[in-house]
């Protein structure tokens, strides 16, 4: 149901006669009903103050926070409805109204000016509520100030990047994202409110998505500044990096926000972001810093303001608090690159359940007799109807685990007994029966000393009801897990025919004559690095197994576990009964033949030595419209082919025995480690998709096994989604081979303070290929360099580059930088400053927009000379490994000295 909006709307004008509008737009509830659409609100002194800040002067984000008071002055329409409405539903913008205070009714419907794709009219700053800020006093019941604030970045942090959120409409996150669309769909995605609703109704296209909004203002990546909405990322190569998304999803419990996935990417690149006149900045150290003529200072932006000059500004002395000391400096800075190696691997995902299908609760008995829930389970599968593999899912509560599955074979309701009778005609003659538990109890006699459990119903290998008739002697194999006595037994004759219809088919599939289909109705995708086989990496494929020949799949199958199953009697249950004489004697035959039946079960699951499963994968190039196909090749191994599709196999056990109750991995064989080996397809190959087929074969040795009864079709075979993950040829995999890097970057010896910093990305020097924290070019490179004299370690090392920054602020070379602080002239836009012969960056300012001062924060930035390239010479610390699993790219080596150089190389030491 769409969403019902109303508005409050003031206006003030500040020293210079500038009109400024605010207007808070706030969902309309029951306790709102009556409230108007519109209203006029007065607001206290100052109207607004505008708050900016930063944990330091290289932090990626600069948050703004707008603090303003309205007046209360009906207790029938107070404003604890803003505070009390969902997280992010009220949107807070402030505009700077042209031509002058608006008449009549324009004052009121002034929030209908908000244009995010048109310059007229657009938002000076735009925030959400944050209703933790709502403060009223306790002690007037009208006529008094209710204070709130509203934050730009507040509700993106609050936002978590789960992969719903990210793939729906509302953010549409690729695999791979360039860096002028990742930031613009991020930005997109912590949209909420009003202000979402009115970017819905005007449909662009991809690239200028929020395009007015942004303004790329830097200078190492393109060597030239962004000057318009009309262009498109196409104009500038570097503006296409390509950045891998995996690692935003790696924590499935614990996701992180939209803004740290913003922070990760602007960091790593020494990008900074802040909202100013109507418009997201996104900057760098060059782009701001005054005395260069080669760089472009004047970008468009969405607003009537026309064009923003980042030049460099004089400081305006407003006030007498101005203050000069020395901030916290630093004689090395740590930089740790998390490669986010153990995102290489791909656990795709099985249908979801519908919540309305009931849980089934299974019990174990403890030494005392008492019962508890041991584990629960439930499924699709109606036993007896499907022919199909249906959905399993466990849940873990005294024991067991929380699974899954895929049961391509489900069969709870069977007794793995078998009864060899020696029937009473001439010439005698065996016959072998499998029997099934019915809900009849007692016995009936068919000869002297000899019964029948009624109990029972019994079938021969055809599936056809058997009538017991006189006998001579039985030998019978059957015992059961007490756990699902219960859930074993058939309410009447007509159940158990109808679920060994379905035990025929089972046995049908298993023999091959009856295929089954795939499991999935849409096929498992999932998007690999743009990476050949050139690499020494392999792609590794598994679906875990669960084998299990008996019904309770978790619990162990024992004597004290199981109960013994009477098909037939010679008179010492049927006819004398359990009485207390007996119990010790009739317990020791029944512990004498539950260890006989699962010796005989055991017998026979010690034939089966290998499972197959069929499955095929192929290989998509997008952009070039080309497909490849997993085949078998004739050497056992897999091979790309263009003609397909091709259908390959799964195969469990081999030398390694089969694991019944326990899980079953895939692989080729016991030294070439878990998961089928799967070569890289080549560069350019990037989507990969997966069928599972929901067949199933067992084979014993060389053969496949085809001797299938009623009563060994297995309990449960039970499939988990695919896996992928990369590996080497020994089967390692990546996250095992190199770790994450720690390099330390060294300034001098001034001080014993350090600093450590984390980068998410890197340009991919000296950490494997395959890292999801490496950015690409689009046609699958590396950057050879990245930053615009390409001279420096600072152009392909995105850590050195991050030293570089931090050292011209907090460096101690050994001279310490100085902190400003002081009231000063607004600057609106976010550029340097000027002040003393110094440059400055803003860390934090609280800016009064009436008056046109700002109370800030100021950090010296000092000249590129200052950290020196013996600075930016890393010790590596952690995360060396053979050079081998490193593929530098084709990067050049850094300019440093031999004696450099080997300490570069170094072994790890470890702090």
Known sequence: METKYKHYTSLFTDVEGKAWGLVI???????????????????????????????????????????????????????????????????????EVQGGIPEGDGVVHLHKSLYPYQAIGNAFWVGTLDPESYKEPANQDTGYLVSFEASDFGYMSRVPLTKEFAYDDRCDLKPRENLFMLVQKLLKRGLSGWVAERYKEYKVNPYKLMANNVAHCYTRYTGTLYMGAEQTPTDFNERMLLFDTSQFFIDKEEPISVLEALERVLSALGLRIEQAAGTFFITDMQALEGGGTDKVRSPNINNPIGQASLEASPMEVKGDDGELSLHSSYSSVVINTRTYLDAISWEMELPKMDSSVPWRRVLRTLMGGDKVGAWSYRTTDIVGEYKQAALLETKAESMGEDNEFYALVWNPKSVHGRSNLVMSVYPQSTMELNFFRINVEGWRRVGRDLYVNEGMRMYDDEGTPYQVGTYIKANSYSCQMQSFATECVFADEGEADRYVKMLQWYIEMLKGNTPASDLKHEAWECHIPNFSEEGGFDLRLDAPLYLSFNSDIYQEFNVESATYLRPFDDGTYAHRGYDLGWKEHLDAIARENIE????????????????????????????????????????????????????ATLTYGG???????????????????????????????????????????????????????????????????????????????????????????????????????????????????????????????????????????????????????????????????????????????????????MEWIPVSREIDIQQGTEQG???????????????????????????????????????????????????????
């Open 655 to 837: 030398k390694d025995k089969l694991r019944w109750n326990g899980f079953n991995h895939a692989k080729f064989s016991k030294d070439e480690g878990e998961g089928m080996r799967i070569p890289m397809p080549p560069k350019g190959f990037t989507k990969i998709t997966v069928y599972v087929n929901g067949s199933v074969s067992f084979y014993s040795g060389n053969d496949k096994f085809t001797d299938w009864k009623l009563w060994n079709v297995p309990s449960a075979v039970l499939i988990q989604a695919p896996k992928i993950w990369m590996s080497d040829r020994q089967g390692r995999k990546v996250s095992e081979l190199s770790k994450e890097r720690s390099e330390r970057f060294t300034f001098s010896d001034a001080t014993r303070e350090s600093q450590d910093l984390d980068i998410h990305f890197s340009s991919g020097y000296r950490i494997p290929a395959v890292s999801p924290s490496i950015i690409y070019y689009p046609d699958g490179t590396m950057p050879n360099t990245i930053g615009k004299d390409r001279a420096f370690p600072t152009d392909y090392m995105l850590s050195a580059y991050m030293a570089q920054r931090f050292g011209r602020v907090y460096g101690s070379l050994p001279s310490r930088g100085y902190e400003l602080s002081g009231t000063f002239a607004w600057e609106v836009f976010p550029k340097n400053r000027q002040y003393m012969d």
């Open 25 to 95: 737009s706030y969902p309309d509830t029951k306790e709102t009903k009556d409230y108007p659409d519109n209203k006029m609100v007065r607001l206290g002194m100052p109207p607004v103050t505008l708050t900016t800040e930063s944990e330091d002067a290289i932090s990626p984000i600069v948050k703004g926070r707008l603090s303003f008071s309205l007046l209360e002055s009906r207790s029938t329409e107070r404003y604890r409805h803003l505070a009390q409405a969902p997280e992010g539903a009220v949107s807070v913008y402030l505009t």
């Open 596 to 647: 006989k039946s699962m010796s005989f079960m055991r017998e026979f699951t010690d034939k089966l030595t290998e499972v197959h499963i069929p499955f095929s994968m192929k290989a998509e190039n997008v952009e070039a419209g080309e497909t490849l196909y997993l085949a078998s090749s004739d050497h056992g191994s897999f091979e790309w082919v263009k003609d397909g599709p091709r259908v």
């Open 857 to 911: 924060t100021y950090h010296q930035i000092r000249p590129y000379s200052s950290v020196t390239e013996h600075m930016l010479t890393p010790e590596v610390l952690e995360g060396e490994r053979p050079l081998n699993y490193f593929d530098g790219g084709g990067l050049p080596l850094p300019r440093l000295s031999m004696e450099d150089y080997r300490r570069y190389l170094a072994p790890p030491r470890h702090r």
